[in-house]
């Protein structure tokens, strides 16, 4: 059984810095995307970055500039960087991964920013 497992999430004033990590655990032969969704209540679920097993990054525009998105593949973790965070960055944060061409996502991580 695939699980992916998120930390980092918090409160954060505006202006600050948060660093989201994502870690794959169980039986895995490949990883091929990573990324970060964000959802707020009545809202769909977005995308905020991702990245391939070759390094291809992909941004929203709301987080470019801001925002990085780095894998460490032995370590089978993805990162998000969330620098100058706005309050409209407040969301609960997803990590999604396609392993082994199936599409598992993680729990969920609270993301607030507020003064």
């Known amino acids: 059984q695939v699980q992916l497992v998120e930390s980092g999430g918090g409160l954060v004033q505006p202006g600050g810095s948060l660093r989201l990590s994502c870690a794959a655990s169980g039986i895995i032969f490949s990883i091929s995307n990573m990324g970060w969704y964000r959802q707020t209540p009545g809202k769909a679920r977005d995308l905020v970055a991702s990245i391939t097993n070759t390094g291809y990054t992909t941004y929203a525009d709301s987080v470019k500039g801001r925002f990085t998105i780095s894998r460490d593949t032995a370590k089978k973790t993805v990162y998000l960087q969330m620098n100058s965070l706005k309050p409209e960055d407040t969301a609960v944060y997803y990590c999604?991964?396609?392993?082994?061409?199936?599409?598992?996502w993680g729990q969920g991580t609270q993301v607030t920013v507020s003064s």
């Open positions: 999604r991964a396609i392993v082994d061409s199936k599409l598992y």
